[in-house]
């Protein structure tokens, strides 16, 4: 069974420049997440997705952050403009069935963002 | 509000030493679930062991155990004989809630010395 993928692995760009991560879960996943990881910290949860729609996105900001999952299935991550306290890993997450606190998530590799 | 407190930020131990790894968590919610996550230098998150409210039955898989006490608002995992490779940042995380939020503590990390 294939993992979660996450595309691209690394990414360096200036500040105020946009910025887009790509996660396709694992098949049949109804649950996605996106996780920011600050070196040093543990994740921090930025938005879950059940299929297509938005559970939680309390800690998004929405001001610069946006996020989509069209079909219900893979998922892009935007951040326009990025700043520099946005240099994290980006970390994607499935989980299966409708039950998803039960579920354990399975991980992607990350995105690393380095913003200078 | 939940919280995930892991208070050891890092452990060295050498190679064979037991070692337990502290989880205290917070929650108003009756009904939540608890999860133990390894990061090793690669940096992909695996999944270790899940436990949900009602069940406060310790579980021992290999040399890893875990001691949940509601009691005291704990999930604690031990590494018995512990190895180099398991040599990793440890994460605790809580879910709970209507829309079972998501908290992850800010994690242990092991070095396990040879």
């Known amino acids: 069974e294939a993992g979660v993928a996450q595309s691209p692995r690394y990414k360096i760009i200036e500040k105020r420049q946009s910025v887009a991560f790509w996660c396709n879960p694992i098949s049949g996943h109804a649950t996605l997440y996106w996780y920011q990881q600050i070196l040093g910290q543990g994740p921090k949860l930025l938005i879950q997705?059940?299929?297509?729609?938005?559970?939680?996105d309390s800690q998004l900001p929405k001001d610069r952050f946006s996020a989509e999952r069209l079909k219900g299935v893979d998922s892009t991550l935007k951040i326009q403009p990025a700043k520099l306290e946005d240099s994290a890993v980006y970390l994607c997450a499935s989980s299966s069935q409708l039950d998803y606190s039960y579920n354990e998530q399975f991980f992607g590799p990350g995105t690393r963002l380095t913003v200078l | 509000a939940q919280k995930v407190t892991q208070a050891q930020t890092e452990i060295s131990v050498v190679e064979k030493e037991d070692v337990t790894l502290d989880c205290v968590y917070e929650?108003?919610?009756?009904?939540?679930?608890l999860f133990w996550y390894k990061q090793p230098p690669s940096g992909e998150l695996v999944f270790l062991i899940r436990?949900?409210?009602?069940?406060?039955q310790n579980e021992i898989s290999g040399r890893y155990s875990w001691n949940f006490q509601k009691s005291t608002s704990s999930f604690n995992f031990t590494i018995t004989a512990s190895q180099v490779v398991d040599s990793a940042v440890y994460f605790c995380a809580l879910t709970s809630g209507g829309y079972q939020k998501v908290t992850f503590g800010i994690g242990t990390k092991l070095q396990v010395i040879p």
């Open positions: 997705f059940q299929n297509n729609g938005v559970v939680d």
């Open positions: 929650t108003r919610d009756t009904t939540y679930y």
């Open positions: 436990r949900n409210s009602f069940d406060e």
